[in-house]
């Protein structure tokens, strides 16, 4: 059996303890629901809460498969802390703004005209509230998702069309709600897991859609998660996964079922003590246990694409 595969299957003498499942998923889904707060802003509606029971209900499947539940509890867990965005508040943008003419003050506009630095953020504060009106704030890492601009307000460095870096591109700056992404990309990694246990993962899709049907709070349709499944077939990125006994990554969603499997053998393991100090550790500071799926680059990307 492959060094890959060994990290799927269940830690040895816990299968079946419905117990500790029900601990792990009530832990989990506690965690989740105050993730899933901090990325609502009024007039914005988030992704509705998940029961214990739920996740519960799908870690047990997920063992009954033969996948790890702390990797699938793991996977769910990084996808919902990670893919949470939203629109940069009026407030937000007038406090750069407000930055901004500070910095100026300082500068040598100070010794020159000392008004000057106040004419010129109120000559832009229109256009900036255009257009960082549409810009996405990615919660998780603090950051906005946005292409890097000259002045002139063309992107600088964009990749060619020919090129195989072309994925590696960034979301479009226009109104409308962000995709809600965690279940989608939670599903999609917990298939691909499942999918290499070989003859066993004959019901890999089936397990993937139920896992989004349960973060989403609805039933997500075959033809759905098909298709979502083809937007990450573009080219994987130009970085490392962190697994040297895998081959190269194929397309974007091998390269993410890869990293998730490192950033789970390095960060949890796959035993009841490692999980305990995982959950304590993830609640004060989350980036630092999921920093090794945290590319802001490759979370630009995936927000760039038609998810609708």
């Known amino acids: 059996m492959s060094p890959h595969r060994d990290r799927l299957r269940n830690p040895p003498k816990q299968g079946g303890n419905a117990y500790l499942l029900g601990l792990i998923a009530s832990q989990a889904a506690q965690q989740i629901g105050a993730w899933r707060k901090e990325a609502v802003t009024e007039g914005e509606a988030g992704l ?22 702390y990797l699938v509890a ?28 500070q910095r100026l003050r300082q500068s040598v506009l100070a010794d020159w005209e000392p008004e000057l630095a106040s004419l010129l953020v109120g000559g832009i504060a229109g256009s900036a509230f255009k257009a960082l009106d549409r810009v996405v704030y990615v919660v998780s890492l603090g950051t906005w998702a946005t ?56 019901g890999a899709q089936a397990l993937g859609m139920h896992i989004a049907s ?30 040297a006994d895998e081959p190269e990554p194929k397309d974007l969603r091998e390269w993410l079922i890869q990293r998730w499997i490192r950033a789970h ?29 945290s590319d802001p680059h490759v979370l630009a990307t995936l927000y760039s694409l038609p998810w609708r």
């Open 147 to 202: 292409p890097e601009y000259t002045w002139r307000g063309s992107p600088r460095a964009r990749p060619d069309r020919a090129s195989p870096a072309r994925a590696l591109i960034y979301p479009r700056t226009r109104r409308g709600a962000i995709p809600r992404l965690s279940p989608t990309i939670a599903g999609i990694i917990v298939e691909g897991l499942a999918e290499r246990l070989g003859p066993r993962g004959s």
């Open 74 to 101: 793991f996977v769910i867990m990084g996808a919902e802390w990670l893919f949470r965005a939203r629109r940069l508040t009026r407030e937000e943008i007038e406090t750069k703004l407000d930055e901004l003419e």
């Open 265 to 293: 053998s390095f960060t949890v393991g796959g035993s009841e003590d490692s999980w305990r100090v995982f959950l304590s550790a993830v609640t004060d500071a989350p980036r630092r246990e999921f920093w090794q799926i």
């Open 48 to 69: 509705p809460e998940i029961g214990a029971p739920e996740l519960h209900k799908t870690l047990v499947r997920a063992e009954s498969f033969g996948l790890d539940p």
């Open 214 to 243: 349960v973060l989403r709070k609805r039933k997500v349709q075959n033809g759905e998660f098909v298709q979502a499944r083809k937007r990450l077939s573009i080219a994987a990125p130009d970085l490392p996964t962190g697994c």
